[in-house]
C-alpha cells in the first residue's frame, strides 16, 4: 500500500473540486481502486502504487487543462478520462482566442485593430497602441502578456504606468510605498484579476513573475525574458519613455500604450509619447498600431462621447460669448431691509 499527496495550491479548491464536490466524486469514480482524500489545497491517493502512477498522469492532465482554460466540469473530467485513461491530450483553443480568463471566460480581440495588436506582437518585439479611451489597448496588451507566461515564451511580467494624476491634485496618501501607488495601477490589477485565478495572481505577484511598478522605478534597469507593459504612455515625458525602451534585454516583448487625447502632463512638457511616434516610425521591429472609435468595446456612449470630443476639438476657435446680464431687479419683487 503507497500514498502520495498533489497539490492544487495555484487553483481555487472550490473550482478545481467542483459545487459540492461534484468534480472530486466523479474523480473518485474513476479510480475506485484508490482512496482519494481532499484537505483544502492538497489531495493525498492511497492505494496500489501502479494506481497511483495512473491516478498521477491524470492528475496532471487535470491541472493542464485548469491551467489553459481555468475551469473545469464534471463533462472536462469525462472526456479527458475518455481519451484514453489520462492519456490523451488537452485540447486546443480556437485559434482567435487569446486565453481563457477566469471561470473559463474567453478572452480575445474584439475589433480589426485589436487584431492588428495580436498579429504585430507576433511579429514584433516593440509595440505601440496609441487609441481613445474604452479600445481595449491595456486589456488587450494583459492578455497577451499573461499568455506568453503561460506559454513559458517569458518568463515574468513587468506592467508600469507614471504615475500622474488625472487632473487632479489628490494630496498626500496614506500607507507604505504599495498602498500609495496602487490607486494608479488599479487598472492593471482589474484586468489581471480577469485573467487569473486569485490564488495563482497573489503567488506570482509575491514571487515576483509579476511586477507592478510605477515608471520611475524602471531606471537602471534591464529586463530580460519579460513581456514589459507602459501603460498610459502619453503620461511619460520624452526623457522617461527613453529610459524605459532603453530597458530592453534579450528575449523581450515591449508594448506601450497611450491615448494622446488624455495627456496630464504639465503644459511646459512635451509628451514622450508623442515624440516617439514620430521618431520610432521607421525603425525595423517597432510597430505602431492606431485605433479609433469604431473598436470602443465599452457602453456605446463612450464612442458617441468621443466623437462629440473630437468634433469639438476640430471646430475653428471662436471668441466666447459674453454672459447676458441678468434683469433689472423689480423693486415691487424685493423687500428691502
Known amino acids: 500500500m503507497s500514498e502520495k499527496v498533489f497539490s492544487i495550491e495555484h ?21 475506485p481502486k484508490l482512496k482519494i482524500i481532499a484537505r483544502g489545497e492538497f489531495l493525498k491517493a492511497i492505494g496500489d502504487p501502479n494506481e497511483i502512477n495512473a491516478f498521477e498522469d491524470f492528475f496532471n492532465l487535470l491541472m493542464l487543462h485548469f491551467e489553459r482554460f481555468a475551469s473545469l466540469t464534471e463533462n472536462d473530467i469525462k ?22 480568463g477566469r471561470n473559463g471566460m474567453v478572452i480575445k480581440a474584439r475589433t480589426p485593430n485589436q487584431l492588428k495588436i495580436v498579429e504585430s506582437v507576433g511579429k514584433n518585439d516593440m509595440v505601440f497602441a496609441i487609441g481613445p479611451a474604452g479600445t ?36 498626500f496618501l496614506p500607507g507604505d510605498m504599495k498602498e500609495k501607488l496602487d490607486p494608479y495601477m488599479q487598472p492593471l490589477y482589474d484586468a489581471l484579476r480577469d485573467m487569473l485565478p486569485p490564488q495563482k495572481l497573489l503567488t506570482y505577484l509575491e514571487d515576483g513573475t509579476i511586477e507592478i511598478a510605477p515608471l520611475a522605478f524602471m531606471r537602471g534597469r534591464t529586463l ?79 464612442t458617441r462621447i468621443i466623437r462629440a470630443y473630437d468634433g469639438d476639438q476640430n471646430k475653428p476657435a471662436t471668441k466666447q460669448a459674453k454672459p447676458e446680464a441678468p434683469p433689472a431687479a423689480d423693486n415691487n419683487d424685493i423687500s428691502e431691509s
Not at 472526456?79 to 481563457?100: E, F, I, K, R, Y
Not at 486589456?139 to 499568455?147: I, K, P, S
Open 11 to 31: 487553483f481555487s479548491p472550490l473550482d478545481f473540486y467542483g459545487v459540492g464536490d461534484r468534480n472530486l466524486n466523479l474523480i473518485r469514480e474513476l479510480y
Open 79 to 100: 472526456q479527458l478520462a475518455d481519451t484514453g485513461n489520462g492519456n490523451g491530450m488537452v485540447m486546443d483553443s480556437p485559434p482567435d482566442v487569446l486565453l481563457h
Open 136 to 171: 481595449g489597448k491595456t486589456y488587450t496588451a494583459v492578455a497577451l502578456a499573461v499568455r506568453a507566461l503561460k506559454n513559458r515564451e517569458v518568463k515574468r511580467i513587468i506592467l508600469t504606468r507614471p504615475a500622474v494624476e488625472a487632473g487632479e491634485n489628490l494630496g
Open 224 to 302: 530580460d525574458n519579460v513581456f514589459a507593459i507602459l501603460d498610459e504612455a502619453q503620461n511619460a515625458t520624452s526623457s522617461q519613455l527613453k529610459m524605459f525602451l532603453t530597458r530592453m534585454g534579450r528575449s523581450a516583448k515591449f508594448f506601450i500604450t497611450g491615448d494622446v487625447t488624455q495627456i496630464d502632463l504639465p503644459r511646459n512638457q512635451q509628451s514622450g509619447l508623442m515624440q516617439a511616434s514620430i521618431i520610432l516610425k521607421n525603425i525595423p521591429g517597432i510597430d505602431f498600431i492606431f485605433l479609433d472609435d469604431t473598436d470602443v468595446v465599452r457602453h456605446k456612449l463612450v
